[in-house]
């Protein structure tokens, strides 16, 4: 069974820093996506970033990136110069290409932008 | 705007009754997933379809049951309903079924069964 960890529940960091957030992975599979969404507190799900498993450079969207390392099954999101509008849930996931498609959820990870 | 539609926003109802989540797709798309969201927890899958037909089964309780009818809009039914079936009820909308086309979420339906 695939499963995708969270280990920080919580972060801050102060507006304009730069933050990681963590995300770990496990699949015997070779081929998948990873994501990560962002949920602000009108719940709404907002796709953030896309990596594709067969891709070994990194997805970047302005001022998202990943650091995606396969062989460690990590899959890490940093935000560059942090805004007050960046505090949200963000929740990392995992889909197979093949089978059921549905997406597998970390518990998240609940990042407050300081002033 | 996702550009998927659910409705109610806010549900609130009593242990044991049964109610219904409606879910209208992204025009064009012919996937519907539906996911439930405890409090603070990640998503869980409940079930897919594509083009009218069941895809994929998740934690689904048999309790709940879900159909996509021909205009592509799908709806969730929750019977005898619980306390613990309070929860964030998203619905989610792609072009085709497969996994790399990506999928967009309603604003989700907050159930409250008291």
């Known amino acids: 069974a695939q499963t995708v960890t969270q280990s920080q529940p919580e972060m801050s960091v102060q507006e304009a820093e730069t933050v990681t957030l963590s995300c770990t992975y496990d699949?015997?599979?070779?081929?998948?996506?990873l994501f990560w969404y962002k949920q602000p507190p009108s719940r709404q799900m907002i796709l953030v970033i896309r990596q594709e498993a067969y891709k070994q450079q990194n997805a970047t969207e302005n001022r998202f990136s990943v650091n995606f390392q396969k062989a460690a099954k990590s899959f890490s999101l940093k935000i560059s110069d942090s805004q007050l509008g960046d505090t949200a849930m963000y929740f990392c996931a995992f889909i197979l290409t093949s089978g059921t498609y549905k997406y597998i959820f970390g518990t998240g990870t609940r990042l407050k932008v300081l002033a | 705007d996702s550009g998927v539609t659910q409705t109610p926003k806010h549900l609130i109802t009593a242990t044991g009754q049964r109610v219904t989540l409606r879910c209208s797709p992204r025009?064009?798309?012919?996937?519907v997933y539906w996911y439930q969201q405890s409090l603070d927890q990640g998503l869980q899958f409940l079930i897919q379809y594509y083009n009218g037909e069941e895809r994929a089964k998740g934690n689904i309780l048999e309790r709940f049951s879900a159909q996509q009818f021909p205009d592509l809009h799908s709806e969730l039914n929750l019977s005898s309903l619980e306390l613990g079936d309070s929860a964030l009820y998203f619905c989610?909308?792609?072009?085709?079924?497969?996994?790399?086309?990506?999928?967009?979420f309603g604003a989700g339906t907050r159930l409250s069964v008291l």
């Open positions: 699949t015997s599979e070779n081929n998948y996506y």
């Open positions: 989610a909308s792609s072009s085709q079924g497969g996994a790399k086309n990506i999928q967009y």
């Open positions: 025009s064009g798309d012919l996937s």
